[in-house]
């Protein structure tokens, strides 16, 4: 019928002639040429046909292409649809393959009342979600490539700077073994030349008394080399004996040099085998992945309600204050904060049976202050502050500007730590950054004690004082 790139018309190739097709009819399922589209529109059961130009049919992918109008097993157009199956039917399927199926659905009517234009929308916008996504993936990952690059240098760095610290020192080592080499070797060669010299002066001596001994021989009388006899044989006796006590002072040992390399430099050959270990370590994703599809669903989506009677309902845990009041309450985790006038915050779980404990100590407390909690930290609005404290009771900031909040009542928190209060002075929602050094009023002209967030869905509620509604803002 048709080639890669060319459609033949399904009506002349039943009469055996061919000619390209310029226009595809779906329901016809088959290409034709300008005449025969003339004729096909000029019938009455098939001008309904959404003719459209092979150009614009080509464009569709080859799947899509696939789906006919017809049973390929009986050769009979489509009429039904099983939503058991999820699959249309022809007559002859509902008596074979489905004749046991419930709920069978005329195929035209299914098509007319399903929301494609909606569906369509929805997998645009998933695909527009993907597109961004894949964006911030990117990025992400080029940035991480970046700060890896610039982790390498600084560590390499630091190897270099390592490698040279080792060098000084091993230089100052070298330095000094040098010169304790050079000092011990001074040493034996002075005490040499020190032995050198008086063994010259001993032999210059030996030579003296000699050249005497012949004098005496040939010029002395017999008297005096009688009596001069004893002088010089004390005087050879003191040289012998010198040189006798060379052998036994060890003045004539051979001296020799030895130097043994510490055995700690052996060790750090040995077991020092890398300057340092180079390893990765990975952590929590910093991409927000956007699914505005899934937004939308959870804001308008509620959760059905569990089929639990009311006398299934139980108190878990009582407790009786030690003041007369107390107001504001928050709950996570097992835990309970509430805040008890002319005491603070106290806490207590609901695991354990022990009383409640202070968390903050503040006797300013009153009766109209409220209390949120988020993550590890506290907050709290009393007389015209609001006052972030972290989980063992200790201030991490406080904001008070009487011309933004004006008697606060109902504090919030997101998912990103921004502070929503409800000021009842000046009928204002005010929103407070995390650090507590940024505000802005976020809705005017509001008379709300009450306010609360959804953090899965990202929603704001409100409520009104003196008013039969409830707002529910979407947060974004």
Known sequence: MATSSTF???????????????????????????????????????????????????????????????????????????????????????????????????????V???????????????????????????????????????????????ITLVRQQINSHLDKLEEQAIENLKSTEDKVKHQIETLLSKLSTSSEEAKELGNIISAMSSYASDLQRFLGRKEIESKIAKSEEYISSLVKDGSLQQVTLNCSIDSNISGILSSISSLCTISTKTSKTNILLTNEKEKQAQIMTFPPRAQTSIYDIKVEKTFHVRNSLASGISYGNDIVLFCESGKGILMFKLTETNDP????????????????????????????????????????????????????????????????????????????????????????????????????????????????????????
């Open 357 to 476: 404990i202070t968390v903050v100590n503040d006797s300013n407390t009153g009766n109209w202050d409220f209390i949120a909690s988020f993550q590890n930290n506290i907050y709290q609005t009393n007389i015209n502050t609001v006052t972030c404290y972290n989980v063992s009771g200790e201030k991490v900031w406080e904001f008070k500007d009487t011309t933004v909040i004006d008697s606060p009542r109902s504090v919030a928190v997101d998912q990103y730590s921004n502070v929503y209060v409800a000021s009842i002075g000046n009928r204002r929602i005010v929103v407070i950054s995390p650090d507590g050094l940024q505000s802005r009023t976020l809705i005017s002209n509001v008379n709300s004690w009450g306010i609360d967030i959804d953090r899965e869905r990202h929603m704001l509620m409100v409520t009104e004082t003196r008013s039969d509604f409830v707002r529910v803002y979407k947060i974004s």
């Open 112 to 158: 007319k009342t399903s929301e494609l234009s909606g569906q369509y929308d929805d997998m645009k916008q998933s695909l527009r979600d993907i597109g961004n996504n894949i964006e911030r993936i990117k990025i992400d990952r080029e940035e991480n490539v970046k700060s890896i690059l610039e982790q390498r240098k600084k560590f390499q760095s630091e």
């Open 8 to 110: 033949i018309c399904g009506v002349c190739d039943s009469q055996h002639i061919t000619k390209y097709a310029q226009h595809w009819c779906p329901e016809c399922e088959e290409g034709l040429c300008q005449n025969c589209l003339i004729f096909h529109n000029s019938s009455k059961l098939l001008r309904g046909h959404g003719v459209i130009s092979i150009e614009n049919y080509k464009q569709l992918p080859q799947y899509i292409r696939s789906i006919r109008q017809h049973c390929p097993d009986h050769d009979r157009k489509y009429q039904h649809y099983c939503p058991n199956h999820e699959i249309p039917c022809c007559p002859f399927c509902i008596t074979t393959s489905h004749s046991k199926c419930n709920g069978l659905q005329v195929l035209e009517e299914v």
